[in-house]
C-alpha cells in the first residue's frame, strides 16, 4: 500500500523510461535503510527542516550516504518526492549533489545521497566559529561552482532550481560545492524561455519579477544565486533581526550602500582583511547586476560563470605577485 501511495508506480514507469542513464535512482528495500540508520536512531540525524528530518548512515558495503526523510506526506510532497528523483537522474555534475537512490515501502518515502561532509554554505558564513575558514579566496571557488553547477543545469537539461540559497549548498572536507534540494525544480521545454507556474521559492532568495507574474526563467536562478553572492560578501544573513537591513531587505540594503559608495561598511570582516579591493568591488557590482529588478537586465548564468572564472583567476594572479 505504502508503494502505491508513495508514487511509486509513477517513479518506476520514469525510472524504466531513463533505465539508460548511467545516473538512474536505485530503488532501496526499506530493511537496508533501517539497518543503515539504527531504525532511524535519533543519534544519526545530520540535520532538520520544515521537510523532515535527514539522517546519516552505512550502508552494507561501508559507504556512507544521507537519508531524508519526510516529516508527513501529501499529495504536493509526493510530487516533489517524484520531482527530485526525476530531476537527479537527469543530471550528473561534479557540483550537484548525487541521488544514489529511493525507497517508497516506508510510510513516508525516503530519498538517498551521497554523504556530504562539511555542511553547508549557509552553517560556515553565519556559525562564528566557522568564519575563519572562510577566506575571500574560499569564498570566490564556492561561488564559482555553484554558477558552474546551474550553468550545466540551464545548458544541457534546460532545469530552473528554483530554491538556490546558501543552505541548499553543501560542501564537502576541501569546500567543493555540491548543490542540493532540486524538489522543487522544473524542465523548461525546448525552444521555450520560460514557463508559467505556482510561485514556489524561499522569501529573500525568490525572483522578484517571479514572484509577481508566476513566470518562471533562468534569470530567476541568476536573482537567488545573486543574493547568496550578496551573503558571500557581507556575511549578513537574507533575513536578520539584528540590523538595519531587516527593514529593507538585504537586496535593497546591499544596492543602496553599493550606490552610495559606501560597501566598505558592509563588508564581511574576513572579506576586508583577504580580498584585494578591486577584486571585492568587482564581485559586488557583479551580485548587484544579479538582482536587477528586470530579469532582462541581469546576466545569464553562463556569463556569470565567465565572469567569475575571470576574477578569480585575476585574484589567484595577483596572490602570486
Known amino acids: 500500500m505504502c508503494f502505491k501511495k508513495n508514487g511509486g508506480l509513477i517513479l ?61 506526506i501529501d499529495e504536493n510532497q509526493i510530487e516533489q518526492f517524484i520531482n527530485e528523483v526525476i530531476m537527479l537522474s537527469e543530471v550528473s555534475h561534479s557540483n550537484i549533489v548525487k541521488l544514489l537512490g529511493c525507497c517508497l515501502e516506508t510510510q513516508t518515502p525516503l530519498l538517498v ?26 569564498r570566490l571557488n564556492i561561488a564559482t561552482q555553484t554558477a558552474e553547477a546551474l550553468a550545466h543545469i540551464h545548458s544541457t537539461t534546460q532545469i530552473i532550481h528554483r530554491d538556490i540559497k546558501s543552505s541548499n549548498i553543501l560542501l564537502t572536507d576541501d569546500y567543493t560545492v555540491k548543490v542540493s534540494d532540486f524538489g522543487i525544480s522544473r524542465f523548461i521545454p525546448t525552444n521555450q524561455t520560460h514557463i508559467q507556474t505556482l510561485v514556489h521559492g524561499t522569501l529573500g532568495y525568490i525572483d522578484p519579477e517571479y514572484f509577481r507574474s508566476g513566470i518562471l526563467t533562468e534569470k530567476s536562478d541568476v536573482y537567488s544565486f545573486g543574493m547568496v553572492l550578496v551573503e558571500l560578501i557581507t556575511g549578513r544573513k537574507v533575513f536578520s533581526h539584528d540590523g538595519t537591513e531587516s527593514d529593507l531587505g538585504l537586496a535593497v540594503f546591499f544596492v543602496s550602500t553599493l550606490e552610495s559608495d559606501c560597501l566598505i561598511e558592509i563588508l564581511d570582516d574576513q572579506v576586508k582583511k583577504d580580498g584585494i579591493s578591486n577584486d571585492i568591488k568587482c564581485l559586488a557590482k557583479l551580485a548587484k547586476d544579479c538582482i536587477e529588478l528586470e530579469g532582462k537586465k541581469r546576466p545569464s548564468i553562463m556569463e556569470v560563470k565567465e565572469r567569475l572564472e575571470e576574477l578569480r583567476q585575476c585574484f589567484i594572479n595577483k596572490e602570486f605577485c
Open 12 to 72: 518506476q514507469k520514469v525510472l524504466f523510461e531513463t533505465k539508460q542513464s548511467s545516473n538512474m535512482a536505485k530503488i532501496f528495500p526499506a530493511t537496508i535503510l533501517e539497518k543503515a540508520t539504527n531504525n532511524f536512531n535519533k543519534i544519526n540525524v545530520i540535520g532538520q527542516g520544515g521537510y523532515g528530518t535527514v539522517y546519516k548512515g552505512t550502508l552494507e558495503d561501508n559507504t556512507t550516504v544521507a537519508i531524508k526523510k519526510a516529516r508527513s
Open 113 to 138: 545521497y551521497e554523504f556530504v561532509t562539511n555542511k553547508t554554505v549557509f552553517h560556515h558564513l553565519h556559525e562564528k566559529n566557522c568564519l575563519s575558514s572562510m577566506t575571500f579566496e574560499r
